[in-house]
């Protein structure tokens, strides 16, 4: 392994970031703090920073040699409605919310790296954009960067995101599909009420929605290539006033995963209308809303490639997988459709540090520290190589 001489040096300085940002918690787009904490770190060795939306934040390091590439450089920066459950001293201070995913440690990867490239920046030809993105559970973040033209003329993008079941000293990585599109759907059902004795004087909505759910399911097993990858959850479905009285309303709500966009439309479209047809049926009417959060997460094939050799810089060859295909979703899948680039896990589990193999969004949720070095020297020398004047 091969962690950067600067990163090394400023080794205590990352755990301690991590250790702050994880002991201070906030939601998405809600992240004040740790926006302030994120531009004094910058600002105090001479980073220019300015906000994106009311969270974001955006430093720019210029390269001595004169202009050249623009690289992006993502660490996401939100926190999750979990109670920590951990006793270590630096335990969530802030009562249900958590960082339970793992983004205490971007930020503070990032930073670590921050510092290392500023040192640097007499030799570099060209730009490095430094993205501190909120709302990355509810893929609010990005877009915001994107809207903002933060990532305009940009030429390659790289971010990080820590694994539990991966070993400390190993990163996953592919050179296609990584996290599937997240789309967010909310079925409204309205009926009309009864008492239950007499059904046929009313609309039932909860039974309404019980046959929708039950038909969801038919969609992606009879209408959908059954070896394209996808999914439709539901995780929400209330109803009823009374034991023995016909529902007259139901609230259903969802989730569509999947990798390709045209199966992405099609069950989107499809979800409308079973929701709709079966509703019909039982003379209840249905209304459906759906909120994209994220396109799949496609790395670049070329930067791929050209990444590869840079990773087995850092963690030596051999310790570089594929990676498994996740339904959860990554909004940095945003930022790569923009700006032709990558997404690495690291791994950040092991025997040595209780939680770290915990899955990730669980109250016990933690990190072997010694995967920080790593994500802060996979940044590094990512930047490095693409800002070198013979590319």
């Not at 003379?283 to 799949?296: G, Y």
Request: proline share 5%; net charge negative.
């Amino acid at each position: 392994m091969a962690i950067h001489p600067l990163i090394e040096q400023d080794r205590d300085y990352i755990i301690s970031l991590r250790r702050w940002f994880h002991s201070h918690p906030e939601l998405s787009l809600k992240e004040y703090n740790t926006a302030a904490r994120v531009e004094e770190e910058l600002n105090a060795i001479g980073i220019p920073t300015r906000r994106v939306g009311e969270t974001g934040v955006l430093g720019t390091i210029r390269g001595g040699r004169g202009s050249g590439r623009k690289i992006i450089l993502r660490a996401d920066i939100d926190a999750l409605p979990i109670q920590d459950e951990k006793t270590v001293s630096y335990a969530s201070q802030c009562p249900g919310v958590m960082h339970a995913c793992g983004h205490d440690a971007h930020t503070a990867a990032l930073l670590g790296a921050a510092r290392a490239l500023k040192r640097l920046e007499e030799d570099l030809l060209g730009e490095i954009s430094l993205v501190f993105q909120p709302g990355e559970e509810y893929g609010a973040g990005a877009v915001l960067f994107l809207q903002d033209g933060a990532l305009e003329g940009a030429d390659r993008s790289f971010g990080i995101h820590m694994q539990s079941n991966l070993p400390v000293g190993q990163v996953a990585m592919n050179p296609g599909a990584e996290n599937a599109s997240v789309d967010h759907f909310t079925i409204r059902i309205q009926g009309r009420s009864a008492h239950v004795s007499t059904p046929e004087l009313g609309a039932d909505a909860l039974y309404a929605a019980a046959q929708i759910v039950t038909a969801l399911q038919s969609i992606v097993g009879r209408l959908k290539n059954p070896t394209d990858p996808a999914l439709i959850g539901v995780g929400v479905l209330r109803s009823g006033e009374g034991y023995n009285i016909v529902a007259r309303e139901a609230i259903i709500e969802g989730t569509v995963r999947c990798f390709s966009e045209k199966t992405r439309t099609m069950l989107n479209s499809k979800i409308g209308d079973t929701a709709r047809s079966v509703a019909a049926l039982y003379n209840t009417v249905a209304e459906i809303e759906t909120e994209s959060f994220t396109r799949a997460l496609i790395n670049n094939a070329e930067v791929y490639a050209e990444t590869v050799p840079v990773i087995e810089k850092v963690v030596g060859k051999g310790n570089l997988f594929p990676k498994e295909l996740s339904l959860g979703g990554d909004d940095m899948a945003e930022i790569i459709a923009a700006v032709p680039g990558v997404y690495a896990f690291v791994g950040s589990g092991s025997d040595a540090a209780p939680g770290s193999q915990l899955a990730h969004h669980t109250p016990g949720f933690d990190i072997d520290e010694n995967c920080l070095p790593i994500a802060s020297s996979l940044y590094v020398e990512s930047a490095l190589f693409w800002l070198k004047p013979d590319l």
